[in-house]
């Protein structure tokens, strides 16, 4: 039941995926499935819990989304009439070299490392216990996600329980499924940041490349370790980054597939954690801008009501149907606290170029910026780029520095919790930057062509 289940959501995914943006690259859509199938499969079950239909029947859950599979298999093969690919997957992603071959080797055993140690602890981190996983069993438990946890006066209730729900009920779909911990949706997340984030890669530098970028991403120590946690950050990185870089592409490009890929993976992350509204945010620009290009002023106007939507219907149901508050702790109001900026900044530098939490890759990145310096003019596509990572980073910025705290050694340590697992979310983005810099692209193609002489040498 467990591999089953999963399995139906891939499926259910990729159909979602192929009718939203069906000529999109084999292995972007690979990587987009899963992630679209638990999105979808997390409002699902939300629209099923309104219905009182209870939860706890994840058969009745399964069938809903077959059907929907089939229908949408039906409309695809209608519209597009798609034929037998003329390469096998195995043939597009064959080896290139020896060196890619040993690359991505390690990227796949990496990921079963991960894999094998998410299927073996029980789940132990304080956010979870507290939170996604503790509402997610009670949601397996009850049948609803209108239960007990989300009365104030439950002993165990907690803000954690308030966040948006697509995690904690794909952590309940889990236990649903017969898994004993919730930890193999965060691995799945994992895994499919791995396969798209691949996917991007190659489309902005050689096989190599795209391979050492991906190992970079899947060894990154602080992320390596929430991979195999019940940690809801991996999941929002996934869907903040790859909304993103979608987005990107699409101003780069003009391209509307993936704008709308793009907009429906900001709009998922808007259903995962409260900080998503910050990349909503840089997103709704680049569509604003992307529909400026095009005279389409209608795509943002669609793209800002499904983001409001999707975050209003949380709030409304925080209000009208569990009837709760979360009190954030921010100071909505701006002011000026020199020596709390600059507290708070000492704390971000040593946290960001912590090399026991982000490897090599803030490092590489402040290199590749700066050797792209005199590029910025000619290369603008990865200019836009780096202005993507920069807003965002520095929104991101200011709502730390809004909250109500003065950043004294012994007051909450936010820049060291929750910010340090919060940089996921530019990760990826910064190694697309790092991988599409001519210099990068440079070196991989002196690499592969050396390599390339190296074995026909050999052969001969």
Aim: net charge neutral.
């Amino acid at each position: 039941m467990e591999i089953a289940g999963l399995l139906i959501t891939l499926v259910f995914g990729l159909a979602l995926v192929n009718a939203v943006a069906y000529r999109l690259p084999v292995w972007e859509k690979i990587g987009y499935a899963w992630p679209m199938g638990l999105g979808a499969n997390a409002l699902l079950m939300f629209m099923l819990d309104l219905m009182h239909i209870s939860l706890r029947h994840v058969t009745g859950v399964l069938a809903v989304e077959l059907a929907l599979t089939i229908v949408l298999g039906v409309y695809i093969q209608r519209k597009y009439r798609p034929r037998l690919p003329e390469k096998s997957l195995l043939t597009i992603a064959a080896p290139r070299n020896l060196a890619w071959l040993l690359l991505m080797a390690t990227v796949v055993f990496l990921v079963y490392v991960v894999t094998t140690r998410a299927l073996f602890w029980p789940v132990y981190i304080y956010d979870s216990i507290y939170g996604f996983d503790f509402v997610a069993k009670a949601v397996a438990q009850e049948g609803t996600l209108n239960n007990a946890v989300f009365d104030p006066h439950h002993p165990l209730y907690s803000l954690r329980s308030l966040y948006p729900p697509l995690v904690a009920l794909n952590f309940a779909f889990a236990y649903l499924l017969g898994f004993e911990t919730s930890h193999i949706i965060v691995v799945i997340f994992y895994a499919s940041l791995a396969v798209s984030l691949y996917a991007f890669l190659a489309q902005v530098t050689t096989p190599l490349g795209a391979a050492f970028y991906t190992l970079l991403l899947v060894t990154i120590p602080e992320l390596f370790n929430f991979a195999s946690l019940s940690s809801s950050n991996p999941i929002c990185a996934y869907y903040c980054a790859m909304g993103l870089l979608a987005l990107w592409r699409a101003v780069d490009t003009t391209c509307g597939l993936d704008l709308r890929m793009g907009a429906v993976l900001i709009a998922l992350a808007l259903w995962t954690r409260p900080e998503a509204i910050i990349f909503a945010t840089v997103a709704g620009a680049l569509v604003l801008w992307w529909s400026i290009k095009q005279k389409r002023i209608g795509a943002v106007v669609v793209v800002g009501v499904t983001f409001l939507a999707v975050w209003g219907s949380w709030q409304l149901y925080l209000q009208d149907v569990l009837h709760v508050t979360g009190d954030q702790p921010m100071d909505f109001d701006l002011t000026w606290d020199a020596g709390k900026l600059s507290r708070m900044l000492s704390r971000v530098m040593e946290v960001t170029f912590h090399g026991s939490y982000y490897g090599i890759v803030m490092f590489l990145f402040v290199a590749v910026v700066f050797l792209n310096i005199p590029f910025l003019w000619k290369q603008r596509h990865t200019s836009l780029l780096l202005v993507v990572i920069v807003a965002a980073w520095g929104l991101y910025l200011l709502v730390f520095y809004q909250l109500d705290t003065d950043f004294m050694p012994n007051s909450t340590d936010w820049i060291g919790d929750a910010y340090r697992r919060g940089m996921f979310n530019f990760i990826p983005l910064m190694l697309l930057y790092c991988a599409a810099s001519p210099w990068s692209r440079t070196a991989f193609t002196g690499i592969e062509r050396w390599l390339d002489a190296d074995k026909s040498s050999v052969t001969e």
